[in-house]
């Protein structure tokens, strides 16, 4: 948890057991929670926590940019730890979000710079699919 504080001092951000409680969640997962979810994994640790709660963290997370938010095409937004930009993968039978390798960017940035002369900040790139598990 020392480290947790840390980034979240880094910041200066006040550390209360809350934010420390959600933010944790994120850092140990890679399933890009919603609100709802970490709302749900919560409960049993953190039972007085609410909904509401969740929502005004990852709210100020994501003003800190501790946390980038995203949709996928469901009613609500999923969180990812990792800031930095990375393609994205989406099974659109159990909406299960994972991460790809932000190296195949490389090429596609260049492409979309050389043939537009746009000087690119950012990017987001999600491809849609059937994962091995739902085939
Ligand atoms: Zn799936
Ligand atoms: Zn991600």
């Known amino acids: 948890m020392e480290t947790l504080t840390g980034i979240l001092k880094s910041k200066n951000l006040k ?23 970490i709302y749900k994994s919560l409960q049993d640790t953190n039972p007085t926590m609410s909904l509401a709660t969740v929502y005004k963290t990852l709210d100020c997370f994501k003003k800190n940019d501790l946390v980038q938010e995203f949709n996928v095409g469901e009613d609500s937004f999923r969180y990812d ?13 159990c909406h299960k979000v994972s991460d790809m390798d932000s190296s195949i960017l490389d090429n596609i940035r260049e492409e979309v710079s050389k043939e537009t002369d746009f000087k690119l900040v950012n990017e987001q790139l999600y491809f849609y699919g059937i994962c091995p598990n739902c085939q």
Do not use: M, W
Request: hydrophobic letters at 35%; one cysteine or more; charged letters at 15%.
């Open 15 to 37: 550390v209360t057991p809350q934010r420390l409680a959600i933010f944790s969640i994120l850092y140990n997962t890679k399933s890009h929670p919603s609100a709802e979810d």
């Open 81 to 93: 730890i990792n800031v930095g930009s990375h393609p994205h993968l989406i099974c659109t039978e």
